[in-house]
């Protein structure tokens, strides 16, 4: 099991728990279980967050591993210059 | 749009008079192919004096006074060592104009025809009293510098007539003159207030002192008030109080993206004070 | 750390050679996006509304096409219908539909056979409006009483009973806000405003398009990023995108503003109706600051807890910030997590609202968002070690973040190293430069998070052991050079036998653009793995010649070379022996990489500014500027001083004058340069810099990414030095002499 | 609209031009002439992009109209290199990284060039000032005054 941490406005489309914990082991796995298990959170997912592993924000990649250890924090999508 | 390269003032009022849509003279062109490129103007003619003899003359007068031709540039004008000696508050005002590039092309009379309350060169002429030949359909003329300026972007030419020359009074013994002028940046900014300064003493009293304001009211103006306040002074802190008060209360500046009113009326005091400083110490022959 | 240790075993990398393209810069050759021509070409202008919001009823073109040399007019009946979010942004921005919703929104375009004749048909296209009600400023746009610029865009996130301007709203935070203003010794809270400042890139837009019946088309011009030109244009038009091929010129400056379209389909759309002729558009100056895209304006509350040592107990931050009349174009996403990153603070709440008003849509400037928070932050940061009489370094080191902080937006940091940028900037001569009367000297810390991005590189053997490289970033600070640098480093070879090329849209893999501080950083990188994967097969080619196994060469200083004495006895077979024979050992040797690169490291940096006041006009004169940052390691530092420099430049700009100014009929009133006032060279001191090389665990180099952190701090840290010379604090930018001044008179 | 024909000396070879009188020298640099690399950025004589020599005057060739060179020399970025050989501000420029994007470049060494013809050691002061109105965004000007100030210590014989 993986553990996501949301924002604050990702809380209250999830039950209002400061994270939610899924069964994954790819980004992609852990977008479509966050949504079969709270529905409410797929409009924001669709549109785009930024997914921060250990620390980094990373781009987007549905097959990048997750995995227990690892610590994962959703952020809206941040965007460069 | 049509060009004329004309070979004298007469044939550019002759064009001038014939023409029946829109006509620009064209010395410099700092202002008049900036406003062609907004869209703001769109000439039918065009008439290109700077191939008139004479024109890119700077002579000192059997008076002492000094003529300037219409297209002498602001660098042509920087680079005569002797009407800088003279009259250094007209020639700082002038160099204050644009850019090093746009100093190689804009002229005192373009500055002056341009009409804006904020051109840098005008409340320097206006002090020193320099006055305008003019030439036009209806014949030659002469007209103080302070009588140019009608409204923002007007002047009081007549339809058809141009400024062929530029006077300066003579400098005289013990005279000294100073520009100032407010922007935000260090360069590159149209004056958000401007005064110039004009002053003869007699030992260490003021004898004559005229205060020109920029960008403080529709046009460039003269202030007597401020120039009263000196005369008689040793530029005491008195006359210096005295002048401050004049200069604002002679201010009608309107708020814009340069400058709100009351910014504008506080400095004008400012520059006031700081430039009739400058003027007197080069009166007395203390700075260049 | 000291930097000569850091490049041991560097033989290239952190040295200052040449960049490639700096011959064809200084000569003139080099060709921005004005410049290129094309045969049979017709030249475009843009009809754009006078008013900030007005319905569109009739547009009467022909009166233009009357005009002898007049090719093609187009409108939105030209363009595709049926497009949704961004897509459709960018169409409804493209050219305007029913309604012009800014002062300067494009509603027809023409071509004709030269730019003159192009731009007397533009007055001649007549159109009829229906001025509506508008509103620019934020606070205005969001009031209960505001003009609705377009209802139903607001998303999920935005709180019942708002105004339908308020399309975005986004919290998040830690711990107990409550419980930290609680343990605080000193609560303080402001309200700070920036205008929308311009990027103000000296090259205007400029493109040439073609499109023919076919759907195929060619597009030259200046652009961050091409594969999103193509992907914009082709979406925007309703073609295919890999019938559109992108070649991007040289780039005249971007800083984030050239990342997206503006009036690139207007030319393609013109050439197809004029049936295929390319189409040649360039912005003038005007249209670059009335229709492009400036940053947000924004309105911000904050509120800050602080121990009397200056321990910080919480932070609270609402921003309000508007980035046009378009959804998801302000920066709000990323002001809110960087108000804070730089410290450790237990106790967080952050706040954000993005509002439309009628203007411009936004695009990405410099660290988008990051100096608007870093503004209100650290301008009240200031405030309150003053208040307690502590030193705003020192208070800023004790609240530092670090590897292992929870930072501020959640996650836990990596190796960072504000801590060292830090000590670096306390450790500087001009922090004890003696200050004059009406003088005064002001800190501020920044944060930018960097950014991978999608990247593809290839990298070719030459048949002399030369080496070409094709990256899709275009250059803009000298990545061609840094590139070089790496790769040459990589192979063993000189810097000069590498070529770096910015190559069009059918040459590689999708490239995200040149944005996010990420050209070093990602192509850099994607050109280093290119490089390994073909000393691997420079190694199979050798170990062929020798006979031996390929686990048995290994690469040293530009050849293969038997790895041991095991491996036999052979002579070392170079790049350049290798490349001669390639065509009859196997055929071309390339390398090439795609991937979205991981290994981000954000960076921090901290700006100190010394400033005379007059206090008798209220003008701030920059007399001293420092800048510290970590850059992970500098691979080419005169292009990193370079940013630093410029990005101090453009905060500096943004914090004195640099400002949009609407009239009450919200048209803009300065799209000039006269008006729009950048810094111009008498304006700057020298900007000193310090390269704190803290190495990105993430990049083979130690990259971090440089081009963006530097604007972060400027806008507070003049700001506060203002304060400490004049006495005036302002919280509203820009500090133009007259509100400095109006500030000092009403303290007096 | 009739175009008028015009003959002027440019970078010192003779070059000939119709030109629709609408049209500013810059236009005629950059499309009769083929000579791109005087830049426009703003066309109103604010960012200096365009700035060439005039019979030897430093202008903004935004600013003059393409029929007012009739019989006049004009000097663009690309005759500053002579025989293929760097003029000094060119190759310390390159040296000292004083161009991120390189498009305010050429207007600027135009005017560096013509700077250093009438003060060949100007100070940091001058030399920011006479630089004032030539625009960028990139360098926050730093560099570039460095390699003015090396260019004309190395011109002078000092460096």
Known sequence: MIKVHLWSGLRRLAGGAEAVTVQAATVGQMFDAMIAAHPGLEPVIKAGVSVVIDGEVTAGGRNLAVKPENEIYLIQRVKGG | MRYHAVGSFDEAVRISASATGVTRFLAGGTDVLVQLRAGIVQPDDIIDIKHVPG?????????????????????????????????????????????????????????????????????????????????????????????????????????????????????????????????????????????????????????????????????????????????????????????????????????????????????????????????????????? | MPKDELKAGFRLVGTRPNRPDGLDKVTGRARYGADIVAANMLHAAVVRSPYAHARIKKIDASRALALEGVKAVVTRADFPTGLTGEDWNLQENTIAGDTALYDGHAVAAVAATSALVAQDAARLIEVEYEVLPHVTDVDAAMAPDAPVIRAGNADHSVPEGMHPNVVRYIDFGHGDIEAGFAAADLVREGTYKTEATHQGYIEPHACLGQLGADGRGEMWVCTQGHWYIRRMCAAVLGIEAANLRVTPSEIGGGFGGKTTIFMEPLALALSRKAGGRPVKLVMSRAEVLRATGPTASASMDVKIGMKKDGTITAGQVNFRMQGGAFFGMSPIAEALPCAFACYDI?????????????????????????????????????????????????????????????????????????????????????????????QGRGVAAGFWFNHGGETSVSLQIG??????????????????????????????????????????????????????????????????????????????????EWGIDPEAVEWVDGAARPAGENAGKFPPLTIGEIGAKMGGTGGPISGHHESVPGGVGASFGVHVVDVEVDPETGKSTVLRYLVVQDAGRAIHPAYVEGQYQGGAAQGIGWALNEEYIYGADGRLQNPMFLDYRIPVASDLPMIDTVIVEVPNPGHPYGVRGVGETGIAPPLAAVANAVAAASGARLRTLPLSPPKVLAAIKAGQ | MSRIHITTTVNGEAAEFLTDPRETLLDVLRNQLGLTGSKEGCGTGDCGACSVLLDGVLVSSCLVLGVEVQGKTVETIEGMATDGALHPLQRHFIEHAALQCGFCTPGILVAAKALLAQNDNPTETEIRYWLAGNLCRCTGYDKIVRAVQDAAAEMRGAA
């Open chain 2, 55 to 288: 024109v890119k003359d700077i002579t000192r007068r059997a008076d002492g006074g000094w003529d300037i031709g219409a297209a002498v540039s602001g660098v042509e004008l920087g680079a005569h060592a002797a009407l800088c000696r003279d009259w250094p508050g007209v020639v700082e005002g002038m160099r204050l104009v644009g850019s090093t590039q746009v100093q190689g092309r804009a002229t005192l009379t373009g500055n002056l025809c341009n009409g804006s309350p904020a051109a840098d060169s005008v409340p320097g002429l206006m002090a020193a009293g320099a006055t305008v030949s003019v030439t036009g359909p209806e014949g030659a003329r002469v007209m103080a510098v302070a009588d140019i300026p009608k409204s923002p972007g007007k002047t009081n030419l007549k339809p058809g007539e141009v400024i062929t020359r530029v006077h300066l009074p003579p400098r005289g013994a013990n005279g000294g003159d100073s520009y100032l002028r407010f922007i935000p940046r260090t360069e590159m900014d149209i004056a958000v207030v401007g005064c110039a300064v004009n002053l003869r003493i007699d030992g260490d009293t003021i004898t004559e002192a005229t205060v020109a304001l920029g960008a403080v009211a529709p046009t460039v103006m003269l202030v007597p008030a401020a120039g009263a306040a000196l005369v008689g002074s040793t530029l005491d802190d008195a006359a210096l109080d005295a002048l401050v008060i004049a200069a604002r209360a002679a201010c009608r500046p309107i708020s814009d993206k340069r400058g709100t009113a009351e910014f504008r009326i506080e400095v004008a005091g400012v520059l006031a004070r700081r430039a009739a400083s400058i003027a007197y110490a080069r009166a007395k022959g203390e700075t260049a």
């Open chain 3, 346 to 438: 237990p106790n967080l709440m952050h706040e954000g609202y993005e509002v439309l008003a009628n203007r411009p849509k936004a695009a990405a400037y410099r660290a988008p968002g990051s100096p608007m928070a870093a503004f209100a932050v650290e301008s009240l940061l200031d405030e309150m070690c003053r208040e307690l009489s502590l030193d705003p370094l020192q208070v800023r080191l004790k609240n530092a973040a670090k590897e292992g902080t929870k930072s501020s937006y959640g996650p836990t940091y990596n190796r960072i190293g504000l801590v060292e940028t830090l000590e670096a900037t306390m450790a500087h001569p001009n922090l004890s430069a003696p200050l004059g009367p009406n």
């Open chain 3, 463 to 544: 048949e002399d052991g030369t080496v070409g490289v094709s990256v899709g970033t275009p250059d803009i600070g000298g990545s061609r050079a840094s590139i070089a640098l790496m790769v040459a480093e990589t192979l063993g070879i000189e810097y000069e036998a590498v070529r770096v090329n910015v190559v069009e849209t059918g040459s590689l893999g999708v490239n995200e653009p040149t944005h996010g501080s990420r050209a070093t950083f990602a192509s850099g990188k994607a050109a280093v793995e290119a490089a390994e994967s073909a000393i691997k097969q420079m190694c199979a080619r050798a170990a062929a």
